[in-house]
């Protein structure tokens, strides 16, 4: 299923950002930063299979046990239980 699609069968209204606006994109970038210097950056590969198999570890930590001082201190997991109660319960 594409991204599109998924996004519409959740009831999100994904919305595109003006093209070459990165100020409007900050949350992915900065993302994008975080994964370059606490992933890709600590680790050398020898396979995009190797990097593949320690992609899912990285995201497991990255949401549910690295600190966050933009979500006050609490991994991304923890700050939609919070806005999400049925997230918890999950």
Same mark, same amino acid.
């Given at each position: =299923?594409? /991204?599109? %699609?998924?996004?519409?069968?959740?009831?999100?209204? *994904?919305?595109?950002?003006? @093209?070459?606006?990165?100020?409007?994109?900050? !949350?992915? &970038?900065?993302? *994008?930063?975080?994964?370059?210097?606490? /992933? $890709?950056?600590? *680790?050398? /590969?020898?396979?995009?299979?190797?990097?593949?198999?320690?992609?899912?570890? $990285? &995201?497991?930590?990255?949401? *549910?046990?690295? /600190?966050?001082?933009? %979500?006050?201190? !609490?991994? @991304?997991?923890? !700050?939609?239980?919070? !806005?999400? @109660? =049925?997230?918890?319960?999950?």
């Amino acid at each position: =299923m594409t /991204f599109s %699609l998924s996004v519409a069968e959740a009831g999100i209204d *994904h919305r595109y950002i003006r @093209p070459r606006r990165p100020q409007q994109n900050g !949350k992915v &970038e900065r993302s *994008h930063r975080v994964d370059e210097e606490e /992933f $890709w950056g600590r *680790h050398d /590969f020898g396979s995009h299979e190797e990097a593949a198999r320690a992609l899912p570890t $990285w &995201e497991h930590a990255y949401n *549910h046990t690295r /600190f966050s001082m933009a %979500l006050a201190g !609490k991994p @991304p997991v923890e !700050k939609l239980a919070s !806005k999400l @109660p =049925m997230v918890a319960a999950s």
